[in-house]
């Protein structure tokens, strides 16, 4: 009976280590994404719309 107790306690607690590992590694990412990567995406929207803008007002600007 010993041996069993400590082999369920082992698997408990391994599953329990890999799904609490599992989650801090999926919310470093997901903080990693909100904090770097989308605000770099949101930089970029602005500049690409700032220049379709410049770009229209440079074509109405030459039209005669």
């Known amino acids: 009976m010993a041996k069993k107790e400590k082999r369920f306690r082992f698997v ?6 890999s799904l609490t590992t599992a989650t801090a590694v999926y919310g470093a990412l997901h903080a990693f994404k909100k904090s770097v990567i989308e605000p770099e ?3 970029n929207e602005r500049i690409e719309a700032n220049r379709r803008r410049a ?5 109405q600007a030459h039209q005669g």
């Open 12 to 17: 408990k607690g391994f599953l329990f280590g």
């Open 41 to 43: 995406d949101a930089e």
């Open 55 to 59: 770009n229209r007002k440079s074509l």
